[in-house]
């Protein structure tokens, strides 16, 4: 396994949770990264990128101002801290890897992301 997702939970409405993706790839540090999140019956939905130098960020409208994505190259990891949480953000939550290096603008298809973690489910209650 490649990207190795964690942090997910079970956690009331208005509280918050930080996802962790550790990426064992040689590549990571010139890949764009995002996260995604698929609720049961739902299609895969884009939450969130990060540029591969870290210093541009994207947001779906439904996260943004909530959620804030960051990655560390030194440690090969990207982070996705939700904070403000709602029952709606229940999901298993998936961390992705663009395979295109130095690649600029941001992607929102999950079928542009060639690398996956495995995800990590994350529950909120009312």
């Known amino acids: 396994v490649q990207l190795q997702a964690s942090g997910g939970g079970l956690v009331q409405a208005g509280g918050s949770l930080r996802l962790s993706c550790a990426d064992s790839?040689?590549?990571?540090?010139?890949?764009?990264m995002a996260w995604f999140r698929q609720a049961p019956g739902k299609d895969r939905e884009f939450v969130a990128a990060?540029?591969?130098?870290?210093?541009?960020?994207y947001y779906s409208d439904t996260v943004k101002g909530r959620f804030t994505i960051s990655r560390d190259n030194a440690k090969s990891t990207v982070y996705l801290q939700m904070d403000d949480l709602k029952p709606e953000d229940t999901a298993l939550y998936s961390c992705?890897?663009?395979?295109?290096?130095?690649?600029?603008?941001?992607?929102?298809?999950?079928?542009?992301?060639?690398?996956w973690g495995q995800g990590t489910e994350v529950t909120v209650s009312s």
């Open positions: 992705a890897a663009l395979a295109e290096r130095h690649y600029w603008s941001f992607k929102t298809d999950p079928d542009d992301y060639s690398y």
């Open positions: 790839r040689r590549t990571f540090n010139s890949n764009m």
């Open positions: 990060i540029s591969w130098t870290g210093r541009q960020t």
